[in-house]
């Protein structure tokens, strides 16, 4: 069983940072791939990034790749997605998941957080 966390959501200017937090509890953490995914309301849920287990593979939806970046740190049982060159239409809540194995579809993942809210004002 994991857990999940989110924290770093916000009210930013477009064109601004963000850095989201995913923290997990459950010792087995650091076997579980990660991945971000957003919801803005009318709209179907979408994927964002996520990471492998060890970090050494990432994946990236089209919309934020050059812009976000995701990693983590086993250690702190803690995965991150820093939002850079904000848009307004990055907002949305943000959810991440996790589950054994990485993958891009909001189905193959068994484990959620709550969600946090990113707002980007023109």
């Known amino acids: 069983q994991v857990q999940l966390v989110e924290s770093g959501g916000g009210l930013v200017q477009a064109g601004g940072s963000l850095r989201l937090s995913c923290v997990a509890s459950g010792r087995t953490f650091s076997s579980y791939a990660v991945g971000w995914f957003r919801q803005a309301p009318g709209k179907e849920r979408e994927f964002v990034a996520a990471?492998?287990?060890?970090?050494?593979?990432?994946y990236y939806g089209d919309s934020v790749k050059g812009r976000f970046t995701i990693s983590r740190d086993n250690a702190k049982n803690t995965v991150y997605l820093r939002m850079n060159s904000l848009k307004p239409e990055d907002t949305a809540v943000y959810y991440c998941?996790?589950?054994?194995?990485?993958?891009?579809?909001?189905?193959?993942?068994?484990?959620w957080g709550q969600g946090t809210q990113v707002t980007v004002s023109s």
């Open positions: 998941a996790a589950d054994r194995l990485i993958a891009t579809t909001s189905q193959d993942y068994d484990y």
């Open positions: 990471i492998s287990w060890s970090g050494v593979s990432t």
